[in-house]
């Protein structure tokens, strides 16, 4: 709740989410050419993609099997449902209509869990079609206004989408930040899209108003152009605060929609209300009903792998650490709990299993190379204090070079061993005596000398002591 | 025009006559439902021709005059 | 002039060559065309050449389709691949489509000869061919007077001679009209058993291809081959093609055909006439005919105008000249969709895509498109009641005989009226098919309209098939 403190003077921030990500099939929504980013342009077409005359929609049974699958992981109930168009001219619409779901939506009712057990209703996650693309040219930042001209290419016309859109239950920057961040990670885990935001295969639109508590909700603002996770935060920072400079300098807000330009780090104006199309929704007399039977909807259920947040609860649980901490979010993340999940099979330590992986495996991806047992035993030797902590993370950077090992051996080559706590007192005694006043100053509470104490007994010991082992005897010393 | 459209509009409201608050819309003539298509691709329609039938075309993508007043 | 049937037979059994075939519908073509106007293209050399390869085919020993060397002409709303497509409107003229439609790839793989394009109302709106960019088509009967609409062309190569048959789309009657006009047969089939991929789209809901013939066997040989599943229109019905020929001549006896009493007021009595000897004739032929009352008949015309003008409010927005078609160009985009549509698209089609808009706009849709969608339900619950008690229904085509040149232009409402009778059928989306029956006013004439119930198609055909023998 830290990034309340952004707003002044008890504004609340209100933020709901639109998302749109394309699916990962083979063909279109409605028609059988190609899906797929980065070929030649208009290289994906058919009669349907270019809104021909005389074309026809066939719905793409896979796309309402991904589609399933991300209502499911966010708690929706799947129900029959209906196709409507949306009327209006733009050229990277071939029909002048998308064909979309508007009042009987595929998924509805749903959810999705933030960190710290915050809830984040979703309305609904409907089928829809994409639009192609225009550049355009002339002009001095490649934006339409000032262009000369533009040219369509329609590969990207009738890519299958599902809109997810949340209820406005996100309350902070980084709430909206944590719920793209944890569903991008549900449509990775259920193979629905490589939901990549810098290549549009995940796009959000983010509505932003500000409220005092206890009032009814302020007018909001649409602001689109927010091309990745970072851009989500800085947007609605901004906007949050224009919100209220806006209101509290006697201004009124415009329901309207804005344009976020990363560079600038600003929102500006794109469309009033005054301006929004009357779309004449009405039922696509091309399609007929899509009615999903219960058999179809359970097998899809049963079919969703564990999810993220899942993950990270087990992961948690099996670590002793807070499911909604930084390590258990970033090893799950790379996809390697399961193999923390091996290493602690095979007797790993399972706190240092996950430290380890978290610290040193960024670039090992889901299937590391280093044998789980190998690690494990790594933990091992840490745990029971053969080696030290300095040792082990040599030997950690050692056993993912060499892609495992065995590390006893190759501690001992190393000549690492842990020096045993009674030869340790020995070297604390010796410590003492070689630097009197830090001791004074240690037993007088000065916390800091105890490094120049640790230091002189490291010195000593070529490095072999373990620096807790020594902190702990002259801790216990100086209570005596 | 806009005269004769308003003509015909006037002459519409008979059914403003009929009670429909218990019909149901008919949106379909026959009821079918599930018509899905597998997941299989299909050759592209051929580049040339079509943009040969297009009235501006540029570097493999149709050609437009600048859009004034609308979103990115 | 042969019928379909004759042809298949005689090319199949090599005593008719399909070149000899073409080149008399060729010729007939050149003496006639130029006054009638049915075609906006001729394929006359394409044509040729389909005929010979069907004529060395069947030399070859090689087998040949259902439709050999059949002449036959498309509605100019049929996607025909690398042949001009214009649905009569400036807006796709010189448009050569890239795929071909459904129905064109079926004629073609049964081995039909395709004569050319025929002349429509622009994009389909219309009943009297009198809204066609291009000029209108003349009813070959009477040149002073209209073939119908909207698939005048289609109706008018049949009943000139230039083709053994042709396929028209119907929405609001715009085969049986023009073919009770021009005095064939035509067939709208049940909404869902022929394929609308590749029919330039009017009213998706509405929309149905069928065939015009010279007589009841020829109709119902060329629908079998054009209907059945497909697989790219996801209104197509699940169900293979109905069996139609098998039933031609298994008379009425024992069918009981309903007299609609309440009937919109209107019709000329020439037309009446002949729908009560249609009555007599199926009497004798020991059929029971049965009163049946519509009572929602009186709507279907406002129903009709405003959900056919708001589907195609929508299916007409893709003429933008972005992709296609002729464009006026401008200086910004805005510009460019106003002048291309303004120049491109004639009156009618206007006006139909203003009236659409507005029954779809915000605050309206429910006193219009919304109501409208509605009085449809109470239409074909109208029709199900009266099926209980009768396998099909009579009615007139037409309210008059074809009609001169200008006499409704005036009064876009006077020419909705032509549609009073078939309008009913499309919005149930149940078949119904014109049969010539008799003549009425100055000689032209009469067609009277036998409806079934959806897929009632073989009930239809049996009755159809009596009333010609009757006339």
């Known amino acids: ?125 409907h089928l829809e079609e994409d639009t192609g693309k225009s550049t355009h040219f002339g002009g001095t930042s490649g934006r339409i206004h000032g262009s000369d001209y533009s040219l369509i290419d329609f590969n990207r016309a009738g890519v299958p989408l599902v809109e997810i859109v949340s209820r406005p239950d996100i309350r902070t920057s980084e709430q909206a930040r944590q719920y793209v ?56 920072d901004y906007e949050a605060r224009r919100q209220v400079d806006l209101i509290e300098s006697g201004g009124k807000i415009r329901q309207e929609t804005r344009h976020w330009d990363d560079a600038s780090g600003r929102t500006e104006t794109l469309r009033t209300k005054e301006d929004a199309d009357d779309y004449r929704y009405f039922l696509e007399p091309d399609l007929v009903p899509l009615v999903p039977e219960q058999a179809w909807i359970d097998a899809v259920k049963s079919a969703l792998p564990t999810l993220p947040a899942a993950r990270r609860r087990i992961l948690a649980e099996l670590c002793g650490v807070d499911k909604d901490g930084e390590s258990a979010l970033v090893v799950v993340e790379r996809g390697q709990d399961d193999y923390v999940g091996e290493v602690i099979a095979v007797g790993g330590d399972p706190r240092r299993a996950l430290i380890y992986v978290q610290q040193a495996y960024a670039e090992q991806g889901t299937r590391p190379k280093v044998p789980a047992k190998d690690l494990a035993a790594l933990t091992i030797l840490e745990r029971d204090a053969k080696v030290t902590s300095t040792q082990a993370k ?87 | 025009m806009t005269s004769q459209l308003a003509g015909m509009l006037e002459h519409f409201r008979d059914i403003d006559a009929l009670d429909l608050a218990e019909t149901e819309p008919m949106t379909q003539p026959y009821p079918i439902k599930n018509v899905l298509r597998d997941d299989i691709e299909a050759e592209s329609l051929d580049r040339d021709e079509v943009l040969g039938q297009a009235p501006a075309a540029e570097s493999g993508r149709f050609r437009v005059p600048p859009t004034i007043g609308f979103d990115v | 002039m042969q019928r379909l049937v004759e042809i298949v037979a005689g090319v199949t059994n090599g005593s008719l060559r399909a070149s000899v075939v073409i080149e008399q519908h060729l010729a007939r073509i050149e003496a006639r065309e130029s006054e009638v106007h049915a075609f906006n293209l001729v394929t006359a050399d394409q044509a040729r050449n389909d005929a010979a390869k069907i004529d060395a085919d069947v030399k070859a020993g090689k087998k040949v389709g259902p439709l050999a060397g059949v002449p036959i002409a498309l509605k100019d709303n049929m996607c025909t691949r690398g042949i001009e497509t214009t649905c009569s409107s400036k807006i796709l003229q010189g448009w050569k489509p890239p795929y071909d439609a459904t129905v064109v790839t079926k004629l073609r793989n049964a081995g039909a000869v395709i004569v050319g394009k025929t002349n429509l109302d622009e994009f389909a709106m219309g009943s009297s061919t009198e809204n066609s960019a291009f000029g209108p088509t003349k009813n070959p009967l009477d040149l002073s007077r209209v073939p119908g609409g909207s698939s005048g062309g289609s109706a008018a190569a049949v009943s000139a001679g230039f083709a053994a048959a042709s396929l028209g789309s119907d929405t609001g009657g715009s085969i049986r009209q023009p073919a009770a006009l021009c005095g064939v047969v035509g067939v709208k089939p049940t909404y869902g058993t022929v394929s609308r991929y590749g029919l330039v789209a009017f009213a998706s809901s509405l929309d149905q291809i069928g065939p015009f013939a010279s007589d009841v066997r020829d109709a119902a040989t060329l629908l079998e081959i054009i209907s059945g599943h497909d697989p790219m229109d996801s209104t197509s019905i699940p169900q293979p093609a109905i069996s139609l020929v098998s039933v031609l001549d298994h008379g009425v006896k024992g069918m009981r055909i309903g007299r609609v009493t309440d009937l919109p007021k209107g019709c000329e009595p020439d037309v009446l006439a002949q729908l009560e000897k249609a009555f007599d004739a199926l009497r004798s032929a020991g059929a029971t005919i049965v009163d049946v009352k519509l009572p929602s008949l009186q709507y279907c015309l406002t129903a009709y105008y405003l959900i056919a003008p708001a589907e195609a409010s929508s299916n007409l927005a893709r003429y933008d000249g972005v992709r296609y078609g002729n464009r006026v160009d401008a200086a910004d985009l805005n510009s460019m969709y106003a002048a291309t549509r303004e120049a491109g698209f004639g009156e009618e089609v206007k006006r139909r895509i203003m009236l659409g808009t507005y029954a779809l706009s915000a605050g309206y849709y429910d006193a219009y498109y919304g109501k409208a969608l509605k009085v449809r339900r109470l239409i074909s619950d109208d029709f199900a009641r009266a099926y209980k008690n009768v396998d099909t229904i009579l009615t007139p085509t037409s309210p008059s005989v074809a009609f001169k040149f200008g006499s409704k232009t005036d009064n876009p409402l006077a020419m909705y009226l032509c549609d009073v009778f078939t309008i009913p059928t499309n919005l149930a989306g149940h078949p119904a098919m014109s049969v010539p029956f008799g003549t009425g006013a100055d000689s032209m004439p009469v067609g009277v309209q036998v409806l079934a119930t959806t897929l009632g198609e073989q009930a239809m055909f049996k009755v159809a098939a009596e009333l010609e023998r009757a006339s």
């Open chain 1, 394 to 480: 040599t030997l950690l950077t050692d056993l993912i070079e060499a892609g495992g090992g065995d590390v006893v051996a190759m501690a001992m080559s190393r000549g690492f061993e842990a020096l045993e706590t009674s030869a340790l007192d020995g070297l604390v005694d010796a410590a003492i005596a070689a630097e009197p006043s830090a001791w004074q100053k240690y037993c007088d509470g000065e916390e800091k000398a105890l490094g120049a104490l640790v230091g002189a007994v490291m010195k000593s010991s070529k490095g072999k002591a373990d620096g807790k082992a020594v902190t702990a005897i002259l801790q216990s010393r100086r209570s005596k």
């Open chain 1, 1 to 125: 709740m830290s990034e309340n403190a952004v707003l002044p003077n008890g504004w609340q921030l209100v933020v709901g989410l639109e998302v749109h990500v394309e699916l990962a099939t083979k063909t279109k929504m409605f028609s059988a050419s190609a899906n797929r980013f980065g070929d030649e342009p208009n290289t994906n077409i058919d009669p349907v993609t270019l809104g021909l005359p005389g074309a026809l929609p066939v719905l793409n049974k896979h796309a309402v099997e991904l589609a399933m699958r991300i209502g499911l992981a966010l708690n929706c109930k799947v129900q029959p449902c209906t196709f409507h168009r949306k009327n209006y001219f733009y050229p990277d619409l071939p029909k002048a209509y998308q064909i979309t779901q508007y009042d009987h939506p595929l998924n509805v009712d749903g959810f999705l869990m933030l960190p710290g057990e915050v809830r984040i209703g979703v309305e609904r996650a």
């Open chain 1, 181 to 236: 961040s944890e569903l991008r990670a549900i449509l990775l885990a259920v193979g629905a899209s490589d939901a990549k935001m810098e290549e549009g295969s995940m796009r959000c639109d983010v509505n932003v108003s500000v409220h005092k508590p206890g009032t009814p909700f302020g007018t909001r603002c649409e602001i689109k152009n927010v091309n990745s996770i970072r851009s989500v935060g800085r947007a609605i």
